[in-house]
T-cell receptor, first 115, second 114 residues
Framework: EAGVTQSPTHLIKTRGQQVTLRCSPISGHTSVYWYQQALGLGLQFLLWYDEGEERNRGNFPPRFSGRQFPNYSSELNVNALELEDSALYLC??????????????FGPGTRLTVT | GDSVTQMEGPVTLSEEAFLTINCTYTATGYPSLFWYVQYPGEGLQLLLKATKADDKGSNKGFEATYRKETTSFHLEKGSVQVSDSAVYFCALSDRSGGYQKVTFGTGTKLQVIP
């Protein structure tokens, strides 16, 4: 069974540019979560999509947005990039989102560097 | 709201030493508790979990017991190896508005030296 996949692996952008990150969940998982992991810090929750709807978002500005497609894959968009957006962006999927006993499965992440 | 507190790292141990990484939590409901591990350059992967009080999760020699009375889920391993060097995250999962909500700790970096 294929795991969660993310693309691209690495990305270098300039301040003010826009970036799109992509995530494909494990087959059968309908929920996708996005996290930001800045260097030396823990995971900061960004967004949660379930069955095509945004269910929750973390404490991030509106220039962080995304969507989920009918095949449950997801995109994270970041507009007007700032230097502090440099981080590892992790995507996770979960089989059952209404049952807290189910774990999340993480992708390898996309390393974004903003110069 | 829910929160998870982990001991700060880095934790540096010699090979074959005993490991304890402390994790305490606050939650309004009856959460499930998880330990995830992140090896260098990779995403997180589940190490173990416990879904109710007094449950013990175990995997790869690691253990953690869900202690409701002390709201703790400390990670232990009797003899660490160099290959255990990684960042360990404690997390809780609870129901919020009918859905699962996951809260992560800040992570504890473990370095095991030969």
């Amino acid at each position: 069974e294929a795991g969660v996949t993310q693309s691209p692996t690495h990305l270098i952008k300039t301040r003010g540019q826009q970036v799109t990150l992509r995530c494909s969940p494990i087959s059968g998982h309908t929920s996708v979560y996005w996290y930001q992991q800045a260097l030396g810090l823990g995971l900061q929750f960004l967004l949660w999509y379930d069955e095509g709807e945004e269910r929750n978002r973390g404490n991030f500005p509106p220039r962080f947005s995304g969507r989920q497609f009918p095949n449950y894959s997801s995109e994270l968009n970041v507009n007007a990039l700032e230097l502090e957006d440099s981080a590892l962006y992790l995507c996770a999927s979960s089989l059952v989102t209404r049952d807290p006993t189910y774990e999340q499965y993480f992708g390898p992440g996309t390393r974004l560097t903003v110069t | 709201g829910d929160s998870v507190t982990q001991m700060e790292g880095p934790v540096t141990l010699s090979e074959e030493a005993f490991l304890t990484i402390n994790c305490t939590y606050t939650a309004t409901g009856y959460p499930s508790l998880f330990w995830y591990v992140q090896y260098p350059g990779e995403g997180l992967q589940l190490l173990l979990k416990a879904t109710k009080a007094d449950d013990k999760g175990s995997n790869k020699g690691f253990e953690a017991t869900y202690r409701k009375e002390t709201t703790s889920f400390h990670l232990e391993k009797g003899s660490v190896q160099v290959s255990d060097s990684a960042v360990y995250f404690c997390a809780l999962s609870d129901r919020s508005g009918g859905y699962q909500k996951v809260t992560f700790g800040t992570g504890t970096k473990l370095q095991v030296i030969p």
